[in-house]
């Protein structure tokens, strides 16, 4: 999936989600939520795959959970995650209202900044 000179603010839900790899350029992803009751992850971007963000910004989103682990509020991959050029900010991973695992990145494989 590519998201190229765009705007993704606000949703209820995963700003992106891919089963594969994502690219984002000169794009932000802004103050997305995603809720749920057991694991959830990626309230900016989840993939299931790599993830590149170029020239780009992914803040103010949060991945909100009861009762399990979430992971990733900006950014959850279950690939790689590059980021060059970018800002990646204010994302938040919250758990029974604690911070958790990767507020900004999460990623299962590599991660470049």
Request: proline share 1%; charged share 10%; glycine share 18%.
């Amino acid at each position: 999936m590519t998201v190229a000179s765009s705007r993704i603010i606000g949703n209820s839900g995963h700003g992106v989600r891919a089963g594969g790899n994502v690219s984002i350029a000169s794009s932000t992803v802004s103050g997305n939520e995603v809720y749920g009751e057991l694991s959830v992850s990626g309230g900016g971007v989840w993939s299931q795959g790599d993830v590149t963000v170029a020239s780009s910004t992914i803040s103010g989103n949060t991945v909100r959970v009861c009762c399990e682990p979430g992971f990733g509020g900006g950014i959850f991959s279950a690939g790689n995650v590059t980021v060059t050029s970018s800002t990646i900010s204010e994302n938040a991973t919250l758990v029974r209202d604690e911070t958790y695992h990767g507020g900004g990145i999460f990623a299962e494989g590599h991660v470049s900044v």
